[in-house]
Protein backbone atom coordinates (compact mmCIF):
# COMPACT_ATOMS: atom_id res chain seq x y z
CA UNK A 1 0.00 0.00 0.00
CA UNK A 2 0.94 3.10 -1.56
CA UNK A 3 -0.46 6.43 0.86
CA UNK A 4 0.21 10.05 0.33
CA UNK A 5 -0.83 12.26 2.50
CA UNK A 6 -0.63 16.29 2.54
CA UNK A 7 2.34 16.19 -0.57
CA UNK A 8 3.64 19.77 -1.51
CA UNK A 9 6.14 20.63 -3.92
CA UNK A 10 7.38 24.22 -4.85
CA UNK A 11 9.88 25.85 -6.85
CA UNK A 12 10.51 29.52 -6.02
CA UNK A 13 6.97 30.80 -5.24
CA UNK A 14 5.21 28.29 -7.85
CA UNK A 15 3.27 25.21 -6.18
CA UNK A 16 3.09 22.60 -8.79
CA UNK A 17 1.79 20.05 -6.55
CA UNK A 18 -0.91 21.03 -3.90
CA UNK A 19 -1.80 18.96 -0.59
CA UNK A 20 -2.21 15.68 -2.59
CA UNK A 21 -3.51 12.93 -0.30
CA UNK A 22 -4.26 9.67 -1.81
CA UNK A 23 -4.46 5.96 -0.71
CA UNK A 24 -3.30 3.95 -3.85
CA UNK A 25 -4.37 0.30 -3.44
CA UNK A 26 -2.31 -2.80 -3.73
CA UNK A 27 -2.18 -5.03 -6.86
CA UNK A 28 -4.15 -2.78 -9.08
CA UNK A 29 -3.28 -0.48 -12.19
CA UNK A 30 -4.02 3.08 -11.41
CA UNK A 31 -3.86 5.40 -14.56
CA UNK A 32 -2.38 9.52 -13.46
CA UNK A 33 -4.26 11.82 -16.19
CA UNK A 34 -4.27 15.55 -16.75
CA UNK A 35 -3.23 18.33 -18.79
CA UNK A 36 0.80 19.10 -19.48
CA UNK A 37 2.11 20.88 -16.01
CA UNK A 38 -0.74 19.05 -13.93
CA UNK A 39 1.60 17.63 -11.65
CA UNK A 40 1.26 14.54 -12.57
CA UNK A 41 5.43 13.21 -13.09
CA UNK A 42 6.21 14.95 -10.26
CA UNK A 43 3.79 12.87 -8.26
CA UNK A 44 5.25 9.87 -9.31
CA UNK A 45 8.70 11.23 -8.80
CA UNK A 46 8.03 12.24 -5.07
CA UNK A 47 6.25 8.55 -4.74
CA UNK A 48 9.39 6.92 -6.08
CA UNK A 49 12.10 9.56 -4.12
CA UNK A 50 13.21 10.86 -7.68
CA UNK A 51 11.90 14.29 -6.71
CA UNK A 52 12.47 15.71 -3.06
CA UNK A 53 9.14 16.77 -1.53
CA UNK A 54 8.80 20.30 -0.26
CA UNK A 55 6.18 18.97 2.48
CA UNK A 56 3.85 16.09 3.60
CA UNK A 57 4.31 12.36 4.03
CA UNK A 58 4.66 9.15 1.51
CA UNK A 59 4.04 6.09 3.23
CA UNK A 60 5.17 2.82 1.27
CA UNK A 61 3.97 -0.56 2.93
CA UNK A 62 3.94 1.22 6.23
CA UNK A 63 7.17 2.86 6.64
CA UNK A 64 7.77 6.56 5.79
CA UNK A 65 9.65 6.79 2.31
CA UNK A 66 12.84 8.51 3.29
CA UNK A 67 13.46 5.17 6.13
CA UNK A 68 14.20 3.33 3.04
CA UNK A 69 17.12 2.17 2.49
CA UNK A 70 17.74 2.92 -1.56
CA UNK A 71 18.87 -0.56 -2.71
CA UNK A 72 15.99 -2.32 -0.43
CA UNK A 73 13.75 0.24 -2.02
CA UNK A 74 14.80 -0.51 -5.38
CA UNK A 75 13.56 -4.18 -5.10
CA UNK A 76 10.06 -3.66 -4.50
CA UNK A 77 9.54 -0.29 -6.54
CA UNK A 78 10.77 0.63 -10.21
CA UNK A 79 10.19 3.50 -12.44
CA UNK A 80 10.56 4.55 -15.62
CA UNK A 81 10.73 8.00 -16.11
CA UNK A 82 10.46 10.29 -18.95
CA UNK A 83 14.22 11.38 -18.90
CA UNK A 84 15.58 7.95 -20.05
CA UNK A 85 19.16 8.41 -22.00
CA UNK A 86 22.44 6.69 -21.22
CA UNK A 87 25.88 7.83 -22.62
CA UNK A 88 27.14 4.61 -22.30
CA UNK A 89 27.51 2.77 -25.15
CA UNK A 90 25.25 -0.25 -24.21
CA UNK A 91 23.70 -3.22 -25.62
CA UNK A 92 19.95 -3.84 -24.94
CA UNK A 93 20.63 -7.19 -22.97
CA UNK A 94 23.46 -5.17 -21.16
CA UNK A 95 20.94 -1.66 -20.36
CA UNK A 96 17.94 -4.83 -19.55
CA UNK A 97 20.38 -6.16 -16.79
CA UNK A 98 20.74 -3.37 -15.33
CA UNK A 99 17.42 -3.75 -13.90
CA UNK A 100 18.90 -6.79 -11.57
CA UNK A 101 21.31 -4.74 -9.64
CA UNK A 102 19.59 -3.80 -6.82
CA UNK A 103 19.13 -7.74 -6.21
CA UNK A 104 22.18 -9.44 -7.76
CA UNK A 105 24.79 -6.39 -7.87
CA UNK A 106 27.19 -6.65 -11.12
CA UNK A 107 27.40 -10.63 -10.47
CA UNK A 108 24.10 -12.02 -12.24
CA UNK A 109 22.91 -15.56 -12.04
CA UNK A 110 21.51 -17.94 -14.86
CA UNK A 111 17.84 -17.21 -13.02
CA UNK A 112 18.85 -13.18 -13.11
CA UNK A 113 19.51 -13.60 -16.66
CA UNK A 114 16.64 -15.89 -17.12
CA UNK A 115 14.72 -12.97 -15.65
CA UNK A 116 16.38 -10.00 -18.16
CA UNK A 117 16.29 -12.78 -21.09
CA UNK A 118 11.85 -12.86 -20.19
CA UNK A 119 11.82 -9.31 -19.88
CA UNK A 120 13.13 -8.34 -23.17
CA UNK A 121 10.40 -10.85 -24.56
CA UNK A 122 7.79 -9.53 -23.14
CA UNK A 123 8.58 -6.08 -24.51
CA UNK A 124 9.13 -8.41 -28.19
CA UNK A 125 12.50 -7.16 -28.12
CA UNK A 126 14.35 -10.69 -28.78
CA UNK A 127 15.66 -9.60 -32.19
CA UNK A 128 17.39 -6.34 -30.75
CA UNK A 129 18.76 -8.23 -27.80
CA UNK A 130 22.33 -7.28 -29.07
CA UNK A 131 21.92 -4.01 -30.64
CA UNK A 132 23.19 -0.99 -29.29
CA UNK A 133 20.80 1.65 -27.70
CA UNK A 134 21.66 4.19 -29.43
CA UNK A 135 21.52 2.54 -32.97
CA UNK A 136 17.38 2.14 -32.21
CA UNK A 137 14.12 4.30 -33.33
CA UNK A 138 12.45 6.47 -30.18
CA UNK A 139 10.22 3.42 -29.45
CA UNK A 140 12.62 0.78 -29.52
CA UNK A 141 14.62 2.65 -27.01
CA UNK A 142 11.47 3.39 -25.14
CA UNK A 143 10.93 -0.03 -24.89
CA UNK A 144 14.18 -1.46 -24.21
CA UNK A 145 13.78 0.90 -21.05
CA UNK A 146 10.19 -0.43 -20.13
CA UNK A 147 11.72 -3.74 -20.08
CA UNK A 148 15.11 -2.98 -17.81
CA UNK A 149 11.72 -1.90 -15.73
CA UNK A 150 10.44 -4.98 -15.84
CA UNK A 151 13.68 -7.11 -15.28
CA UNK A 152 13.90 -5.10 -11.76
CA UNK A 153 10.79 -7.28 -10.89
CA UNK A 154 9.37 -5.21 -8.11
CA UNK A 155 5.48 -5.63 -6.88
CA UNK A 156 5.35 -1.74 -7.54
CA UNK A 157 6.13 -0.35 -10.82
CA UNK A 158 5.94 2.92 -12.01
CA UNK A 159 5.66 3.84 -15.45
CA UNK A 160 5.74 7.83 -16.78
CA UNK A 161 4.03 7.90 -20.10
CA UNK A 162 5.33 4.11 -21.20
CA UNK A 163 3.26 4.79 -24.18
CA UNK A 164 5.27 7.81 -25.56
CA UNK A 165 7.14 6.98 -28.74
CA UNK A 166 4.62 3.47 -29.14
CA UNK A 167 3.03 3.11 -32.30
CA UNK A 168 -0.70 1.38 -31.77
CA UNK A 169 0.33 -1.83 -31.71
CA UNK A 170 3.26 -1.73 -29.16
CA UNK A 171 1.16 0.76 -27.19
CA UNK A 172 -1.77 -1.68 -27.13
CA UNK A 173 0.24 -4.61 -26.16
CA UNK A 174 2.36 -2.32 -23.83
CA UNK A 175 -1.25 -1.95 -21.54
CA UNK A 176 -1.96 -5.26 -22.21
CA UNK A 177 1.34 -6.44 -20.43
CA UNK A 178 0.55 -3.98 -17.97
CA UNK A 179 -2.94 -5.60 -17.10
CA UNK A 180 -0.94 -9.25 -17.02
CA UNK A 181 1.51 -7.47 -14.25
CA UNK A 182 -1.49 -6.69 -12.37
CA UNK A 183 -3.46 -10.11 -13.16
CA UNK A 184 -1.52 -12.55 -13.51
CA UNK A 185 1.85 -11.69 -10.93
CA UNK A 186 -0.58 -9.30 -8.52
CA UNK A 187 1.93 -6.16 -9.21
CA UNK A 188 0.86 -2.81 -8.33
CA UNK A 189 1.25 -0.63 -11.50
CA UNK A 190 0.84 3.19 -11.49
CA UNK A 191 0.82 4.81 -15.01
CA UNK A 192 1.32 8.27 -16.10
CA UNK A 193 -0.96 8.27 -19.51
CA UNK A 194 -1.77 11.39 -22.01
CA UNK A 195 -4.00 8.77 -23.66
CA UNK A 196 -7.39 8.68 -21.56
CA UNK A 197 -8.90 5.50 -23.79
CA UNK A 198 -5.67 3.48 -22.93
CA UNK A 199 -6.80 4.85 -19.52
CA UNK A 200 -10.27 3.64 -19.24
CA UNK A 201 -9.73 0.26 -21.63
CA UNK A 202 -6.70 -0.85 -19.00
CA UNK A 203 -7.09 0.64 -15.58
CA UNK A 204 -8.69 0.12 -12.12
CA UNK A 205 -9.06 3.45 -11.16
CA UNK A 206 -8.16 6.85 -12.35
CA UNK A 207 -6.80 9.77 -10.69
CA UNK A 208 -6.81 13.15 -12.60
CA UNK A 209 -4.94 16.19 -11.66
CA UNK A 210 -5.28 19.89 -12.83
CA UNK A 211 -3.20 22.32 -11.37
CA UNK A 212 -1.37 20.68 -9.00
CA UNK A 213 -4.43 19.54 -6.93
CA UNK A 214 -6.68 16.01 -7.92
CA UNK A 215 -9.60 17.02 -9.86
CA UNK A 216 -11.23 13.45 -10.53
CA UNK A 217 -10.24 10.05 -8.37
CA UNK A 218 -11.76 6.79 -8.59
CA UNK A 219 -13.05 3.66 -10.55
CA UNK A 220 -12.47 4.39 -14.29
CA UNK A 221 -16.58 4.56 -14.83
CA UNK A 222 -16.40 7.15 -12.23
CA UNK A 223 -13.86 9.48 -13.36
CA UNK A 224 -14.99 8.75 -17.39
CA UNK A 225 -17.56 11.26 -17.32
CA UNK A 226 -18.31 14.27 -19.86
CA UNK A 227 -18.94 16.43 -16.78
CA UNK A 228 -15.70 15.61 -14.99
CA UNK A 229 -13.19 15.31 -18.61
CA UNK A 230 -14.38 18.78 -19.67
CA UNK A 231 -13.44 20.40 -16.22
CA UNK A 232 -10.18 18.57 -16.56
CA UNK A 233 -9.33 18.88 -19.87
CA UNK A 234 -11.78 21.98 -20.97
CA UNK A 235 -12.67 20.28 -24.72
CA UNK A 236 -16.27 18.81 -24.73
CA UNK A 237 -16.46 14.88 -24.58
CA UNK A 238 -18.79 12.07 -25.21
CA UNK A 239 -18.76 8.98 -23.64
CA UNK A 240 -19.26 5.46 -25.48
CA UNK A 241 -19.10 2.21 -24.00
CA UNK A 242 -17.10 -0.59 -26.42
CA UNK A 243 -16.82 -3.98 -24.34
CA UNK A 244 -18.56 -2.34 -21.21
CA UNK A 245 -15.48 0.45 -20.74
CA UNK A 246 -15.68 3.80 -21.39
CA UNK A 247 -14.50 5.31 -24.51
CA UNK A 248 -13.95 8.88 -24.74
CA UNK A 249 -14.62 11.26 -27.87
CA UNK A 250 -13.33 14.51 -27.46
CA UNK A 251 -13.83 17.36 -30.52
N1 LIG B 1 12.84 21.43 -11.84
C1 LIG B 1 11.79 22.25 -11.97
N2 LIG B 1 11.89 23.57 -11.68
C2 LIG B 1 10.83 24.40 -11.79
N3 LIG B 1 9.59 23.99 -12.18
C3 LIG B 1 9.44 22.69 -12.47
C4 LIG B 1 10.51 21.75 -12.39
N4 LIG B 1 10.04 20.53 -12.73
C5 LIG B 1 8.74 20.70 -13.04
N5 LIG B 1 8.37 22.00 -12.89
C6 LIG B 1 7.04 22.55 -13.10
O1 LIG B 1 6.14 21.81 -12.31
C7 LIG B 1 4.88 21.73 -12.98
C8 LIG B 1 4.42 20.27 -12.99
O2 LIG B 1 5.28 19.54 -13.84
P1 LIG B 1 5.06 18.00 -14.12
O3 LIG B 1 6.19 17.54 -14.97
O4 LIG B 1 4.81 17.29 -12.83
O5 LIG B 1 3.70 18.02 -14.94
P2 LIG B 1 2.97 16.85 -15.74
O6 LIG B 1 1.54 16.84 -15.28
O7 LIG B 1 3.71 15.58 -15.61
O8 LIG B 1 3.05 17.43 -17.21
P3 LIG B 1 3.24 16.77 -18.67
O9 LIG B 1 1.93 16.13 -19.02
O10 LIG B 1 3.51 17.97 -19.52
O11 LIG B 1 4.39 15.79 -18.63
C9 LIG B 1 5.05 22.33 -14.37
O12 LIG B 1 4.49 23.61 -14.38
C10 LIG B 1 6.56 22.39 -14.52
O13 LIG B 1 6.92 23.48 -15.33
Not at 16 to 29: E, N
Not at 67 to 73: A, G, H, I, Q, V
Not at 185 to 214: P, Q, R, W
Not at 218 to 247: A, S, W
Request: glycine letters at 6%; proline letters at 2%.
Amino acid sequence: MLTIRNLRKTYEDATVVDDVSLDLPHGKVISMIGPNGAGKSTVLGMISRLVAKSSGAVEFQGKDLEKWESRELAKHLAILTQANNVQMKLTVRELVAFGRFPHSGSNLSQKDWEIVDRSISYMELEDFAERFIDEMSGGQRQRAFIAMVLAQDTEYVLLDEPTNNLDIYHATQMMKLVRRLCDELGKTVILVLHEINLAAFYSDYICAFKNGKIAAWGTVNEVMTPEQLKLIYGVDFQIHEIDGRPLAIFH
